[in-house]
């Protein structure tokens, strides 16, 4: 049996448990596409998740590209966590936008 490749995994993100409405409004991204587009020049996978009580950006790479390549777009308070998926399993070779 062929051993499983593991994808290194990095996820910033802020909700209504870690911050008030107005918080969440100031992180969203409101160029979705012109993100994205930018995400797949950094990552091999990116997805980005808002919703009315979230926001998060889930890539694949380590955490302290994704922490960099947030903060040069203003975002530096997202929540951050890090580990690996499956190869197989993981994210999309082509961003996502998911509404």
Not at 82 to 97: A, F, I, K
């Amino acid at each position: 049996m062929a051993e499983e490749q593991q994808i290194p995994l990095a996820i910033a993100g802020v909700s209504h448990h870690t911050a008030n409405v107005a918080a969440i409004e100031a992180f969203r991204f409101g160029g979705e596409q012109e993100f994205l587009l930018e995400a797949a020049g950094h990552f091999s996978g990116a997805l980005l998740l808002q919703t009315c009580n979230r926001v998060e950006i889930i890539v694949e790479g380590d955490l302290d590209s994704l922490k960099s390549f947030l903060g040069k777009r203003g975002r530096e308070d997202f929540l951050y966590t890090t580990g690996s998926g499956r190869s197989g399993t993981c994210l999309p070779s082509r961003p996502v936008l998911i509404r």
